[in-house]
């Protein structure tokens, strides 16, 4: 049982560059996440999808775009990349039918905009 | 708006003994959840534990245990019998149930455990 894979583990980007980070999870979770976390900080919600073929934004929206592909996957993409979204990004899924969900995470991918 | 506060940036705690990590956290909601995440130094987010605001009993997971204070607004993890592998930093976090997608984390804590 894989729980939820991140691609890639391991980003560098130039600035102005554009790169879609990929999730999936099969645990059949209605729920997923896109997070970033920055040194000295805990995570901030980027956007999430609280079902197939919805999207909502999060803390920190801007400079990033989202596709719930199914219900198994979503994508994250910096259409022009700059180095303030220099970064660790995971992913999460969740049941999402209410406040006791436990959000279950990814293992990470490590950004570098240059 | 939401907050959650974690005053320790870091701890130190013997081997075997116990440590209590601080959380507090600010919201006018009645009905929310407060969860606990641990991360070691690999970097994956591991869940610890879960307690309902409207839980009466303390939640408990082996060595873990929340202390919940609600009329203080706080939630503060015990770990018991601590071990070297329970370094790691850990997150406070919390859920509301007017939406309960959104979860507010807190800076985290970095615990060492000394041998």
């Known amino acids: 049982n894989a729980g939820v894979t991140q691609t890639p583990k391991f980003q560098v980007l130039k600035t102005g560059q554009s790169m879609t980070l990929q999730c999936a999870q099969d645990?059949?979770?209605?729920?997923m996440y896109w997070y970033r976390q920055d040194p000295g900080m805990g995570l901030r919600l980027i956007y999430y999808s609280a079902s197939e073929g919805t999207t909502d934004k999060g803390e920190v929206p801007n400079g990033y775009n989202v596709s719930r592909l199914n219900k198994r996957e979503f994508s994250l993409r910096l259409e022009s990349a700059a180095p303030s979204q220099t970064s660790v990004y995971f992913c999460?899924?969740?049941?999402?039918?209410?406040?006791?969900?436990?959000?279950?995470f990814g293992p990470g991918t490590r950004l570098t905009v240059l | 708006a939401q907050k959650i506060t974690q005053t320790q940036p870091g701890m130190f705690v013997q081997e075997k003994e116990a440590v209590t990590l601080d959380c507090t956290y600010d919201t006018s909601d009645q009905s929310y959840g407060l969860f606990w995440y641990k991360q070691p130094s690999s970097g994956e987010m591991i869940f610890l534990i879960y307690?309902?605001?409207?839980?009466?009993q303390n939640a408990t997971e082996g060595r873990y245990s929340l202390n919940f204070q609600k009329a203080r607004k706080s939630a503060n993890l015990v770990i018991s019998a601590s071990q070297l592998g329970d370094s790691a930093m850990y997150f406070c976090?919390?859920?509301?149930?007017?939406?309960?997608?959104?979860?507010?984390f807190g800076s985290g804590t970095k615990l060492n455990v000394k041998p």
């Open positions: 645990m059949n979770h209605n729920s």
């Open positions: 999460a899924s969740s049941g999402g039918r209410d406040k006791s969900d436990t959000q279950y």
């Open positions: 307690q309902g605001s409207y839980d009466e």
């Open positions: 976090a919390m859920s509301r149930d007017y939406n309960f997608n959104k979860f507010y």
